[in-house]
Antibody, heavy 117, light 107 residues
Framework: QVQLQESGPGLVKPSETLSLTCTVSGVSITSYYWSWIRQSPGKGLEWIGYFYYLGNTNYNPSLKTRVTISADTSKNQVSLKLRSMTAADTAIYFC???????????WGQGAQVTVSS | EIVMTQSPGTLSVSPGESAALSCKASQSVSSYLAWYQQKPGQAPRLLIYGASTRATGVPARFSGSGSGTEFTLNISSLQSEDFAVYYCQQYENWLHTFGQGTKLEIK
């Protein structure tokens, strides 16, 4: 049974970089697509991007200039970095398994991130 | 970007009754559509993929239909645990997009 757990700071200052980690258990991250999705009251659910084994990534064009998703296969972790944070980036950030690059069949519990000085 | 529009925004239904939730795409997504259920404080849970295939462990009272631009999630004999927010998501396009959600509340 696959389990995902997000971790990282809950508070980020404006202009700083958000760093979140998703620790995956029950399956190797080399076998699937792994996505980051965020949810805010204003924008609803927004797909940020995915990482696929061997470094393949794809990002939402609206965030592409600020986002990097990477992985550490030795730790079975997927990471998100989002640069130049603003109040508009305040949201709950989820990591999820993206089945065959299509739908999201397993989700982490989510991490609340607030951008404030 | 494919825009997904869900209606109604809120649906009030009594337990034991049925509910029909609508999702429309701004262009055809064929059958590349998923439905999710989200309860307060929880992550979304996959219910339906391929427009009509139930995910593992999803009760048979949940059914999905449609193709192209119009889709429906039907829930029969509503149970107390079914009252939640439901989202549709298209994956016809690599830029996956979600609808804004329909809140199903107890009447």
């Amino acid at each position: 049974q696959v389990q995902l757990q997000e971790s990282g700071p809950g508070l980020v200052k404006p202009s700083e970089t958000l760093s979140l980690t998703c620790t995956v258990s029950g399956v190797s991250i080399t076998s699937y697509y792994w996505s980051w999705i965020r949810q805010s009251p204003g924008k609803g659910l927004e797909w940020i991007g995915y990482f696929y084994y061997l470094g393949n990534t794809n990002y939402n064009p609206s965030l592409k200039t600020r986002v990097t998703i990477s992985a550490d296969t030795s730790k079975n972790q997927v990471s998100l970095k989002l640069r130049s944070m603003t109040a508009a980036d305040t949201a709950i950030y989820f990591c999820a398994r993206e089945f065959s690059g299509d739908y999201f069949d397993s989700w982490g519990q989510g991490a609340q991130v607030t951008v404030s000085s | 970007e494919i825009v997904m529009t869900q209606s109604p925004g809120t649906l009030s239904v009594s337990p034991g009754e049925s509910a029909a939730l609508s999702c429309k795409a701004s262009q055809s997504v064929s059958s590349y559509l998923a439905w999710y259920q989200q309860k307060p404080g929880q992550a979304p849970r996959l219910l339906i993929y391929g427009a009509s295939t139930r995910a593992t462990g999803v009760p048979a009272r949940f059914s999905g239909s449609g193709s192209g631009t119009e889709f429906t999630l039907n829930i029969s004999s509503l149970q107390s645990e079914d009252f939640a927010v439901y989202y549709c998501q298209q994956y016809e396009n690599w830029l996956h997009t979600f609808g804004q959600g329909t809140k199903l509340e107890i009447k």
